[in-house]
Structures are given as structure tokens and as C-alpha cells.
């Protein structure tokens, strides 16, 4: 029997009512596959944790992270309690940056049943490779100078090294897909970063002349993820232009309640982490609606990322037959509930 | 007699084809208008410029630029002969960041007969307010150490000052509108610029009590205007955020071959700056297949600030009269030439 422990951190606002909804689908995964087990531990980790001992987590909190196979996390975030960059910075991104989950994996891909927000879709299935680290993400800066002289310093710091590794990532997934690469930069804005960016991408796409390539700048990629993504195939980006597409991308796909990531540690140090892109939505917090799919397809990812490839499969036809059905909350336009779309989900496993 | 004396800059790609356009159109304004007339000199620099004489404009090219009313521009930068940072910061970045044009107006509206690429556009009309000189667009940083241990970084710079600034015409504006402010931020993630960006705007806020304002991420943001775009009135961003933003707008409005923007200069020291979102799209050139839209819309907004508001009304109705009678290129589904839709515009003025 193979036992995956996981280290379970709903988080805030709909992340901890969509948290058990996951639970529920991997503990029946389990069940109908046999051979698998799941041990669950709940982290409170959250802005009420915060607000209660002043810290998002107890000092010892990687420590103990650290021990599992696995991170699953629902949504972190609520300014209305804790600052934003407080409370990311205290948890979701010391998690990403600490446990060096340098590669942030981000699927974009219309499911059955499923009304697009665009006109003419067509089919899309983009995958998001983000840098996930380093780049715009830092927290070297400052302020200086006083009243209206005031000034903010940002330094954003990239490394060949991590981003060798974002397009290496982008250029074997592509291999195994449409064989097209295309790169997020900014280099006619973006003086230093995006220029050295750029060289590094064209040094990498040379080492992979039969995989197709090109770059686009990030405001006009955003705009060809709306006006034609069924061109798109792996699209490679920085920490913050990363995060962006995926938003995006989540949009077009019918909802940012449905995309899925996956946080990877690649040099085997520390476990990967698997969250929903969405964010904590505390306007519909305690109504019942909250789309559970985002967290159930990482929970999918959560399964291929741990050897279960074809488990991890199954889950998602699972997913895509039952929105094609019509079972999906308000903001995807239908009229069930959390858990009706998650009890259908179940009830299929069984199958 | 009022003269305007407009700089014309066509530029690269199908800026040069556009601009012929938007200036037979202009010129029929000003005839059919009567009391106004303009004067245009056109200035060369560009990539082929680039090309000839080692840079993108003469040693006094701001000085000849800094004699006219107005900059009109149609579109900068051809990676295939110019890396994009040289080209750029050599042009148009140059002129916004010389000549103080520290706002960029750019709006985002559904004309009639036009076909958004979104499935339930309803009715959006968004300004996006981007502050046009700092931010993101920054040339300090460097790079440091070799081979694969190679770092780029890149510093931001926002000012108080300037951010103030942007938010104030955004809250002015919002005050002749529907009433609401989105600023866009990544305070979750943007550690030291961003919490003070969303400081300032919260200042300013709060001098607006009549005025409903409200915070967004980025990437939640960018979402929203696929998911949301009637919702959302006036947007404030930096450089880089309302760039990708104003993007996303024009994506959402149907191509990017229609939205405009004005380069606004606001202590009178300089000339202002008028060009449309898009960029010079090598793919299209010599096909006669560009839409001219983008810089003729532009060409209203020069009209506006300029003094002429309600020329600058007449034109943009005209505009829609012809898209709403069908009168498009084939980037908006259209069966049009470039020259064709210009020629309609122009029989209408008439009227
Ligand atoms: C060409 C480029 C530097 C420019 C920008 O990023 O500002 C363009 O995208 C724009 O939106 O005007
Ligand atoms: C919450 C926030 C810091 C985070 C990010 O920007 O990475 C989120 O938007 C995401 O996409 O995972």
C-alpha cells in the first residue's frame, strides 16, 4: 500500500470550504483504486491564524511542512483582517520560495460543457510554465525621501539559473504536446530583466530546433490568450507575467474558479505544493457556491506529481464528464452547489 | 484661423500605412469643420532610420520634436531589424519619459456592429489611466556575474509624486463617469512597490468620499475585464499594469487594432503624444489589410486635447456609424480594406 502524507492548509475565506470538498474526491480516488492511501494533517495556517498569534505560521512551521509528501493548499489571503503582502509572504510565497518550488505548473484548457467567456474559443489547451521564485517577486527594495518626495525602490532579480530551468520545463512539455514554445517578456519595456530574458529563451529554443518558438510581449500574448489561444501550446513566463497569463487564462477557460497549479520542488529537498489559482473570494464565503473544481484539479495534479499519472487522468475525465453534464456552481453559469458538483464527482469515481 | 502643428511619426510596420490614413482623415475634419486647420511635418525615425544612421532619431531630434502642438505616432519597433529595448528606448519611450508625458489615456469601449471577442460583452466603456514615465519602465539595473551564475536585476522606481498624480485625473475622471476607481495592484505579491501604491491610492481615496474606488490584483483584474468588463469605469495602473491592461481592452473590444491613447504632457512644457495601443505588426505589412481605426480614434483623441471636444465627438461617432454599418477589416471579422474603411469615414464627415 502506498501512503501519500499530505500537509492540508485551507487557508482563508472559500479555501476552507472547498478544502474538505478536495478531501472527500482523493479519500474516494483512494478508495476505488486501491493500492493508495492518503494521510491527511490540517495546517490552520491563515489570517485568522495571524490575527490570533501574530505570525501566519508558529515558528516551527516548515519544520513540520516539511515532513510530508505533499502540500495542499486551498486560498490564502484576506486584506480586510491582515495585509496582503503580510499575509502572502508569510505563508503562501515563504512556502514557494523556501521549499525552492521553483516551477509553477498552470493548465488553461476548456473543459466539456463548459461556456467559454470568449465568442469563438475554438479549442484551447495551454499549459502555463511560471518561474516561480524569483523576478518580480523579491523583497529587496525600500523607500526613501519624505511627503509628497517619497519614493518606493523595487529590485527585481533574475538568474540565469532559474530561468534556464522555467524554459528547459516549457521546451520537455512542448516535446510531448503541439512542439510550440512561446515566451512571455517585455523587452522593449523592460530594460535589464527582459532583454537578458530574451537571450536566455533564444539560447534555449536553439538546443530545441524541432520545437517551434517565439516571444511576445506580455501585453499582447494577454490579448492573444483572449483572441486566439487555440494557437497557444506551452507558454513560458517570469514569476509576475506568469501570474498573470494563468489568470487569464483561467477567465477564458469560464472561471478563475476552475484552474489548477502546481508549486514544484524539483531537486527532491522539499515537498511540492498544489493550489487552485483562485484566490479566497471573501464575497461568497459561506454561501455554498464556490466552484470546488479548481481544488479538485489540483488535487489531480497532486496525483500526477506523485507517480499516479493515470489515476490523475481518470480524475479529470471524472471532472469533464460531469461539467459536461451541466453540474456546475453560479460562476460558470449553473445552478448547483458546492457540494452537489462535488457529490456527482464521487458518485462517478464509483464507475 | 486656429493651426494645429502636428509632428507626424509613422515609424515601423503598418504605422506607415496608417498614418497616411488618420492624416486624410484629419484633414477632412478640418475642412468640413471650418476655423481649424493643420500643419504636418513628418519625421522619419524609426527602425529603417535606425538602420541608416545608428540611431533611432538625430542628436536633435527632441528639439525639432519639442516645436510642434502635438506628436502623432503610428507604431515603433521591428525586432527583426532593432532589438526592441534599443528601438524603443530609443523612440517612443524616450519621448514620453523627455517630453513629461506622465499620463497615458487609453480607453476600452464597445463601438457598435463590432463583435467582441467576448461571449456577454453587454455594454463595457473603461479608461484606463496609466502613469506613462516611471514604474517598471526603468533603465537602472545591471547584470553581474557569468556564464550561468548570471543575474539580471531590475529596479523600479515609483514616485509619490507621480503616482498621486496619476490617481488624481483618475478620480477627476471618474467624477464625469459612472462614479468608480479600480486600482490595480499586486500588493500580494510586488513586495515594496505595490503596498505603496495602494497607500497612495487609499490617500486619494479618501479625499474622494462621492467617488466609489476599490483595489484589485493584477491578475484578478486582468481577469475581471474578460469576465466583467461593464463593471469597471475608470482604471489606474503603473506603467507596466495599465499597458497589459489596455491590451486586454483592446482584445475585449474586439482587436488591437482599434484602441487609442493620448501620451498626455500636463505642466505645458512639452509637446503631448498621440499613437494608438497597437504595435507595428510586421506580419501585415503591404497587405493592405491593416485597420486604420486604431490611429484614426487616435486622431480624435488629439483633436480632444487640443481644445476641439466636440469635433473630437463628431469624428468618434462617425467611426461608429461606419462600424456599425459593417464597414471592418478582416481582424474584426470584416471583409474591408484599409483603405476602404478610411474612404467611408471620410464620405460620412461630409454629411
Ligand atoms: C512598444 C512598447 C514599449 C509600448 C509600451 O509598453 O508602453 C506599447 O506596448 C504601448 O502600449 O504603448
Ligand atoms: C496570492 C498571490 C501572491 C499569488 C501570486 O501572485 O503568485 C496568486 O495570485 C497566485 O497566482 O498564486
Redesign the pocket.
Known amino acids: 500500500m502506498k501512503t501519500l502524507n499530505i500537509a492540508s492548509i485551507p487557508g482563508d475565506g472559500v479555501g476552507k470550504e472547498i478544502m474538505p470538498e478536495a478531501i472527500r474526491v482523493l479519500e474516494k480516488v483512494a478508495q476505488v483504486h486501491g493500492g493508495l492511501q492518503f494521510k491527511f494533517e490540517e495546517f490552520p495556517y491563515s489570517c485568522d491564524y495571524y490575527l490570533k498569534h501574530g505570525a501566519m505560521m508558529p515558528e516551527d512551521g516548515m519544520d513540520r511542512l516539511s515532513q510530508f509528501d505533499s502540500v495542499f493548499l486551498g486560498a490564502v489571503g484576506d486584506a480586510s483582517k491582515v495585509p496582503d503582502h503580510i499575509s502572502l509572504w508569510g505563508l503562501l510565497l515563504k512556502i514557494r520560495q523556501e521549499f525552492q518550488q521553483e516551477i509553477n505548473i498552470r493548465p488553461a484548457k476548456l473543459l466539456k460543457g463548459i461556456n467559454s467567456k470568449l465568442s469563438n474559443p475554438k479549442d484551447f489547451d495551454i499549459i502555463v510554465v511560471r518561474e516561480n521564485s524569483e523576478g518580480e517577486y523579491s523583497s529587496i527594495g525600500g523607500r526613501i525621501f519624505h511627503d509628497d518626495n517619497e519614493i518606493a525602490i523595487q529590485n527585481n532579480v533574475f538568474s540565469k539559473r532559474a530561468t534556464k530551468q522555467a524554459m528547459n520545463i516549457a521546451f520537455d512539455l512542448a516535446s510531448k504536446r503541439k512542439g510550440l514554445v512561446t515566451s512571455a517578456t517585455k523587452s522593449?519595456?523592460i530594460f535589464h530583466a527582459m532583454p537578458f530574458w530574451d537571450e536566455i529563451f533564444d539560447e534555449i529554443a536553439s538546443k530545441h530546433p524541432n520545437i517551434k518558438s517565439e516571444s511576445k510581449?506580455i501585453?499582447a500574448l494577454a490579448a492573444y490568450f483572449i483572441t486566439h489561444p487555440h494557437e497557444l501550446d506551452v507558454v513560458v513566463g517570469s514569476n509576475l507575467f506568469g501570474d498573470i497569463l494563468s489568470d487569464v487564462g483561467a477567465a477564458i477557460m469560464g472561471s478563475i474558479g476552475i484552474a489548477p497549479s502546481a508549486n514544484l520542488n524539483l531537486n527532491g529537498k522539499y515537498p511540492s505544493m498544489f493550489e487552485p489559482v483562485h484566490g479566497s473570494a471573501p464575497d461568497i464565503v459561506g454561501k455554498g457556491i464556490a466552484n470546488p473544481i479548481g481544488q479538485i484539479w489540483t488535487a489531480k495534479m497532486l496525483l500526477e506529481f506523485n507517480g499516479e499519472a493515470n489515476i490523475a487522468e481518470h480524475l479529470l475525465k471524472v471532472i469533464e464528464a460531469v461539467t459536461a453534464d451541466g453540474f456546475m456552481t453560479p460562476d460558470l453559469g449553473g445552478k448547483y452547489k458546492m457540494t452537489e458538483v462535488t457529490d456527482e464527482i464521487i458518485k462517478r469515481l464509483d464507475k
Chains 1, 2 share one sequence.
Open positions: 522593449n519595456g510581449h501585453d
